[in-house]
């Protein structure tokens, strides 16, 4: 994944820190806290989300299991449309494509639509590298990357950053990148976000290359579907001459049809909205309108090897929507760049160990980086079962095992002893020596009582071999609180 | 091996467990969930559009195909227009009775051009009432999506009941993949300053919704 995480401290380290800062813990709470309500209220709006979220996964998981014939039908159909399609098998493969399909446009300079897809290759240094500047669009990824930072967030990046730090960006940076911030930019929302509308809307008039991810491509019709609020994406879509679309092959749908499952359940979950203000499709280039060239880059970079993992492939269901962080006591307290990937949170420990492997001591830290309580479960428009995965793979750092790495068979030697102990109980103690995440975190745990062993396995054997695991309880103590006592005084 | 071929054999590879007879796509996805939400009379649907477009901040006004010129003409005004981006095949009577200014949206028209028109006035596709949403699929009278994107003001016009459908299912059925297809559901917007929320980064900061009543 992208070259900015290298080097990060494996996650129990890095979340201390972030435990210990103030400002980051308070930013994370509001705005977790503000979602996770806002969600609630949007999803009890549609009486039959259970079927919606019923339908999303069994279309997202046949998908997965066919992904050979609709990869082939999307190609066929992107290309009967007039785009051209390029595979990639790794980071650097699409690195590779993507700037010489900018070169080829004789281009130095790109606008970006958000795209994690993109982050997580580390396309923006890439381009760069070849003296390319690409311009993120979206004003979050602007916040970031002009305060040369990394998103701490999915759908939120910027949310590690109050106003006060988001003035002084702007004030500092925005002239090294184009037009300067106003004078006298003072911290409201409304002015920053001007500002940002001319610095930004400079760009897009001039530019002839612009690059975007997708959050679904259509392999019936060949259509790809980008869902946003603030226009950038409409921008970067429908201005320039040539549009490169970066898109990791798990995100096909097979007909047009299941676009309506998921443009009803991405926006509840993801912004708490009806819908998204707007979303944009397309379908190969359209004369006289938009783009005259359309390149699509499939990309790989350790997707089929998930796929190759019948526990964990259910990750690759994922669209996207972040409602697993905002219900994560873990990631309410840590933040997201303690997860040392592009994917934070819940999703981030069961797909970043997956894409990358367990090898690094932050990938084999991922995996404890929950207190298994569910939530992100009960809230997944795809109902990808988080907790499961995460049992999965702390099994597989501890006991090692066959993997598929790059597409061929590995077998994994388990974690050195004394190493994944210590990663495992720090985690362990982290999460205990703070108790509002744990007290959230009992709420489901009855739930998820099939996966707690009685002993550890592996290496942890000796510790709990002299001691008992506590058994959980069927029902929460702070659930029989909570009920006995109407909920007063319960919360944090 | 190229690329293409590697990346199509690791997933079939890793696909090995799926047994032939795997539920082929019909069988495999349930979909009993709804059309649409609540029994609605046609007016309450039309009804559900205005108050959720409004919801999401765009400016709802209701008028019958007589009204219509007179409606854009003051809203034009009323804005301060002196320009008015007109897409090809838009119904000439729908500007019949407004001076502002007409720009005819050309193929070499640039963006900057585009950037220095006040207004712009389309039909749509179809208006989906329960999320409050119109989509534009870019046929004559709504015109190439750059023209509702760059100028900061958008009166889009929608015959009522005709263009209006419930629910998204109900909206996708009607529409053409092949076609460049804009959902816009309320004003640009952003959350992503300390979650407050603040209308138009990019798109159109106001959005105006006329529904007409079909003669
Ligand atoms: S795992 Fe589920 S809840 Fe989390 S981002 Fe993905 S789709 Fe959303």
């Known amino acids: 994944m992208s070259g900015t995480f290298v080097g990060m401290p494996a996650f129990p380290e890095a979340a201390r820190e972030a435990v210990g800062n103030e400002t980051l813990r308070g930013n994370l709470r509001h705005a977790t806290h503000t979602i996770r309500a806002k969600r609630e209220k949007a999803v009890t709006e549609v009486a039959d989300w259970a079927e919606l979220r019923e339908a999303g996964k069994r279309i997202k998981d046949h998908t997965l299991r066919h992904l050979d014939r609709y990869l082939q039908q999307l190609e066929d159909s992107v290309t009967a449309a007039g785009g051209i399609v390029h595979w990639a098998a790794d980071a650097a493969e699409a690195n590779e494509i993507v700037t010489q399909l900018v070169k080829m446009t004789g281009e130095s300079e790109v606008v970006k639509v958000k795209s994690m897809a993109t982050q997580e290759i580390g396309l923006n240094e890439a381009l760069e590298a070849e003296g390319i500047r690409a311009y993120e669009t979206d004003l979050a990824e602007l916040i970031v990357q002009l305060g040369k930072d990394r998103p701490s967030h999915i759908l939120v990046p910027a949310i590690h950053r109050n106003r006060g730090e988001i003035r002084d960006i702007f004030t500092r940076e925005m002239s090294e990148w184009g037009r300067p911030a106003p004078e006298g930019l003072t911290d409201t929302p409304a002015e920053l976000a001007e500002a940002a509308r001319l610095h930004l809307r400079e760009k897009f008039l001039r530019a002839k290359v612009g690059i975007s991810g997708a959050n679904f491509m259509v392999a019936e019709t060949g259509t790809l579907v980008v869902v946003e609020s603030e226009g950038n994406g409409r921008m970067c879509l429908t201005l320039p001459e040539t549009l490169i679309s970066v898109v990791g092959i798990e995100k096909i749908v097979p007909t047009w049809r299941d676009l309506e499952v998921f443009l009803q359940t991405l926006p509840r979950s993801s912004t708490a909205e009806r ?99 569910g939530a992100c479960y009960e809230v997944c428009p795809v109902a990808i079962d988080i907790p499961e995965v995460l049992v999965h793979l702390r099994e597989r750092v501890v006991q090692g095992g066959e993997v598929t790495r790059e597409g ?28 509002a995440a744990l007290r959230t975190g009992q709420r489901a745990a ?29 029902e929460p103590f702070r659930d029989w609180w909570q009920r006995t006592r109407g909920g007063k005084g319960g919360a944090e | 091996m190229n690329s293409r071929e590697r990346i199509l054999g690791r997933v079939r590879r890793a696909l090995a467990d799926v047994p032939r007879d795997d539920p082929p796509y019909e069988q495999a996805v349930s979909r009993d969930y709804a ?46 227009s002196a320009s008015v981006l007109v897409p090809p095949g838009l119904d000439e009577g729908w500007l019949a009775a407004t001076g502002v200014t007409r720009v005819t949206d050309r193929a070499e028209s640039t963006p900057h051009e585009l ?49 209006v459908v419930s629910s998204v299912p109900q909206g996708l059925e009607r529409l053409d993949p092949a076609r460049p297809l804009t959902w816009i559901s309320g004003p640009s917007a952003t959350s992503d300053i300390e979650l407050d929320r603040v209308e138009g980064v990019h798109g159109p900061r106001t959005l105006e919704v006329i529904l007409v009543g079909d003669a």
């Not at chain 1, 388990?414 to 703070?434: D, I, L, Q, S, V």
């Not at chain 1, 009855?446 to 069927?474: C, M």
């Not at chain 2, 901040?57 to 409606?71: K, M, S, Y």
């Open chain 2, 35 to 80: 059309r649409e939400h609540g029994d609605r009379s046609v007016e309450q649907t039309v009804e559900l559009l205005a108050e959720n477009l409004a919801d999401y901040r765009a400016v709802v006004h209701r008028t019958d195909a007589e009204g219509l010129a007179g409606l854009v003409a003051g809203l034009l005004e009323k804005r301060g």
């Open chain 1, 275 to 373: 819908m998204n203000p707007y979303t944009s499709t397309w379908t190969g280039t359209t004369d006289g309108d938009g783009p005259s060239t359309f390149h699509l880059v499939l990309l790989d970079n350790g997707r089929t090897d998930t796929l190759a993992d019948e526990v964990g492939r259910q990750a690759l269901r994922c669209i996207r929507c972040s409602a697993c962080l905002n219900v994560c006591p873990v990631y309410e307290r840590a933040g997201g760049h303690a997860y040392g990937s592009v994917y934070p949170g819940p999703i981030g420990a069961i797909l970043s160990p997956q894409l990358r492997g367990t090898q690094s001591e932050i990938d084999a830290s991922l995996p404890y980086a929950s207190s298994l309580c």
């Open chain 1, 446 to 474: 009855s739930r998820t009582r099939r996966f707690h062993p009685r002993t550890l396995p592996g290496p942890g054997k000796a510790w709990s071999g002299s001691r008992d695991l506590p058994p959980v309880p069927a």
């Open chain 2, 115 to 163: 950037d220095r028109v006040d207004s712009v006035v389309t039909a749509c596709a179809v208006a989906i009432a329960e999320t409050g949403t119109i989509v534009l699929d870019g046929s004559p009278d709504q015109g190439r999506r750059r023209i509702t994107l760059v100028p900061d003001h958008h009166i889009c016009v929608v015959r009522v009941p005709g263009q």
């Open chain 1, 408 to 435: 061929n068979k590995v077998v994994l030697r388990p974690a050195k002893g004394h190493a994944a102990e210590r990663a495992a109980m720090r985690a362990a103690r982290w999460a205990f020596t703070h108790p």
